[in-house]
């Protein structure tokens, strides 16, 4: 198990350092090639749309053989990468927008796939660790990537960074070929089971999911709602340069390797509603920090809703893999990423908006729901022993 837990954090760190180089050079290539900073930041919307129709993508996920489809769709996506070599001028812009919503498709059958794989290459007391491990991974991918990305740009052009991007799921798909799985998922019977309604149903059915994944959904939904907030805290409250925005973005990334590499443990103790709740509330109060006039409190406060947001994604994440039938992890796993990551198509325009109000405002409004979902959804405390039902002997 140790082999496929190395495989696999390498798998999370070539995936991280592909997606997030291209992820910032999509959109300045865009702005270079237009001068519109509106259609640069479409790019990102275009790799965000597809998480809504998750479910339907998840299918494909249940209905074929899931390592064969995870390793076809790295092909494909760097065979889609490479059409960025044609792009020459402004009228190739559609070829980076193309490529965009291609990235955000990969994403939600390969974030799936992933999902489904991992109870066949570890053993259940393994799953919070190793998805705690790719977590710090991914998020330390996210530190550097953009920077090795933004210089290799500057140095050899977009089509330097497309390569490099291209090259990383072609990796990835070898790595997944030595992937030892103890067993093959019985994709076939989830056919018996057809309709994206499916994974919303599994999950809502039992507590033991849709506490944590709930959870995680509202904490994801107020980072993206809290974005516009904590620029106008930087810029306008604190009086800091933009350039400060990159400490508080080290500072979370920080936080949230520190909370990837500790989250399996508490798994373990805790379980996944605990995790959950403990991951929710150290994001409320790291938004309350970042209400503080005073730049370190800001820093601190980054720090902390750095940790504790991976929590609430693992925890859900973990849940899912542990209390899903396998034939239908696959399109589960789909609907589940729909439900935390969805959100935010509403979430990032509303705190936009929000943001006329202040910037303490919509961080005192997120870490409020936070908490009043935290406090909602805490898990019950264990029965004791005299609360169960007594025994009755029959007599002979």
Not at 30 to 57: E, K, N
Not at 117 to 134: C, E, F, I, K, Y
Request: aromatic share 4%.
């Amino acid at each position: 198990m140790r082999r496929n837990a190395s495989l696999l954090v390498a798998i999370s760190v070539l995936s991280g350092l592909g997606s997030s180089a291209m992820a910032l050079v999509s959109g300045i290539w865009i702005l270079d090639l237009t001068g519109s900073t509106g259609l640069a930041a479409l790019a990102g919307l275009c790799v965000y749309a597809p998480v809504l129709v998750g479910p339907w993508l998840g299918g494909l996920l249940d209905s074929a053989p899931r390592r064969p489809l995870v390793i076809a769709v790295n092909l494909l996506l760097a065979a889609v990468l490479l059409t960025l070599l044609a792009v020459r001028g402004p009228g190739q812009t559609w070829l980076i927008f193309a490529v965009s919503c291609a990235y955000g498709v990969s994403y939600v059958l390969i974030d799936a796939g992933e999902t489904a794989l991992l109870p066949s290459a570890l053993s259940p007391t393994d799953l919070g660790d190793v998805n705690g491990w790719r977590s710090s991974a991914q998020e330390g991918m996210k530190l550097v990537a953009p920077v090795a990305g933004a210089g290799l740009y500057a140095w050899h052009g977009g089509h330097a960074v497309a390569v490099l991007s291209a090259a990383m799921p072609l990796l990835v798909a070898v790595l997944y070929l030595a992937v030892r799985l103890k067993r093959n998922p019985p994709e076939q019977s989830a056919q018996r089971h057809p309709g994206p309604r499916v994974g919303l149903a599994v999950l809502s059915g039992q507590l033991t999911t849709r506490v944590p994944l709930v959870l995680a959904a509202v904490s994801i939904a107020m980072s993206g709602f809290t974005t516009a907030a904590v620029y106008t805290i930087v810029v306008i409250d604190l009086r800091m340069p933009s350039t400060f925005l990159g400490v508080l973005a080290g500072a979370q990334g920080a936080g949230s390797i520190l909370g990837g590499l500790i989250v399996g443990r508490l798994l373990t103790r805790r379980g996944p509603a605990a995790v959950g709740v403990a991951g929710t509330v150290l994001f409320a109060v790291g938004c309350l920090a970042r209400c503080l006039p005073w730049w370190p409190a800001t820093v601190a406060g980054a720090a902390v809703a750095g940790t504790g947001l991976p929590w609430t994604l693992v925890a859900a994440v973990t849940a899912v893999q542990t209390h899903t039938p396998p034939a239908l992890l696959g399109r589960v796993a789909a609907t589940a990423n729909t439900v935390m990551f969805g959100p935010l198509v509403l979430a990032i325009p509303l705190g936009a908006a929000a943001v006329h109000l202040g910037g303490r405002p919509p961080l005192v409004a997120a870490a409020a729901l936070c908490l009043t979902a935290a406090a909602c959804l805490r898990p019950p405390r264990p029965r004791q022993p005299e609360e169960s039902a007594p025994l009755v002997i029959v007599g002979s």
